[in-house]
């Protein structure tokens, strides 16, 4: 195991010059102040950016900030806008790039919902409790939505999720996707995002909405099919900024980057990974049971520490990952996604979402190993309390709670589960 020492000495420049221009709701291309440079001469200046990452260079905080604020506020064009985007990933972005376009999301692009409750629904909001997990997405093997229900299966067990994500771009089955097939109202207002987090004890917020990103970020990701930072920096900025975190990424040389990232953007304890696969180079953005899973683990401490485990640490068999493979066809993948949380479907499955489960519920402290986090996620399918806080996740966020049910209830009757009062 390695370890790594925290190196805080810049952390505190992400919470400062908190002037972003033009508030979070302009409409792109009117954020030009005055005394700003014409168009055609920012994209001259900003070519210069471009050029010295095409050249390898890095660039600092403050520069990386502003560039992206120019990508968010459309003071470039959309060409510019996707060559910086190719370019940094290109060359690989660093801790500041990330950080910096991170800071630049979450001000100019992320509503705060928090901001806009009552002193006395933020007193009772257990923000200091919340927890989040996704994946960056864009890795070479794509599974089911396991983060989706391995949320589910913590939830049940106590833990408040705040989860943050996106329809699918590259994959079949995305997170706001499962979701809506399922019965949850993906573009349900922040607002009522939270009451779903206190009552029934899971919430989404969804990445490409304009609820919950106004400005830029929903058409800068339809529009662009790579890997790049802001798959990491915008999966970040969850509007609630919880403090723990789980973090799925799409290649094993993100693993460290990103744990060093949520740690300098506020996380106090955090498990960044990648899932590998036996005898295989293609990998996941899950924890996996088909092989070897590189991770980066942080606690209140600070040190980093990277690691990796496999299935039989966790008490689990090995699969074969095209068990894991998401269905063609959503409505299918939604049948069998409530087969897995009622513990029907393939152990392949089954198992997947245990040991993803068992990774959110040591994050949040409610297990000290694996091996125990499994035996509580398992408890959890196997009771039925997983699928029950599916039931209550649709009827609390949902604008129309009847429709909701009835799509949940047309799912539960073709996965072959009894009605009301047999779970």
Known sequence: ME??????????TLQSDRAPRGGAGAPPGQDVLPGEAPPR??????????????????????????????????????????AFLGALATRGETVEELAAAWEAIYELDTVKPLEEESPEFRHAFPAGEIVENCGTGMDSFKTFNI???????????????????????????????????????????????????????????NGMSPAVHPRALGRILSQISFGSCLNIAASLCNP????????????????????????RIGYRRGLVFYGGIDNSSRGMDEASVCGT???AAFDEGGSLHTSSFRPGDAGLAVHDPRELAAADDISLEAVRFVRTLRG????????????NAACLL??????????AGVALARDSVESGAAFDRLEAWVA??????????????????????????AS
Request: charged share 25%.
């Open 362 to 371: 040591r994050t949040a402290g409610k297990v000290d190993d694996l091996p």
């Open 396 to 421: 609390a966020q949902n604008r129309d709670p009847r429709q909701g049910r009835d799509r949940l209830l047309g799912i539960r009757a073709m996965a072959g589960i009894p009605g009301e009062g």
């Open 293 to 295: 899973t590189q991770c």
């Open 147 to 205: 983060s989706t229900a391995a949320s589910l299966v913590a939830a049940a067990c106590g833990v408040p999720l705040a989860r943050h994500g996106a329809r699918s771009i590259t994959s079949r089955c995305g997170t706001v996707d499962i979701a809506e097939a399922l019965g949850v109202d993906p573009d349900a207002p922040p607002p009522m995002v939270l009451r779903s987090i206190t009552t029934a004890g899971i919430g989404l917020f």
């Open 41 to 82: 001469e920012r994209d001259r200046s900003f070519g210069l950016i471009l050029s010295r990452i095409i050249a390898g260079e890095t660039l600092d905080f403050g520069a990386a900030r502003e560039a992206f604020r120019d990508i968010l506020c459309s003071r470039v064009s959309e060409m510019n806008q996707g």
């Open 240 to 263: 609630l900024l919880p403090t723990r975190g789980v973090r799925g990424v799409y290649a094993p040389e993100m693993v460290v980057p990103v744990a060093e990232l949520m740690r």
């Open 3 to 12: 370890l790594i020492e925290p190196d805080n000495a810049q952390a505190d």
């Open 344 to 355: 029907l479907d393939a152990p392949a499955r089954i198992d997947a979402v245990l040991l």
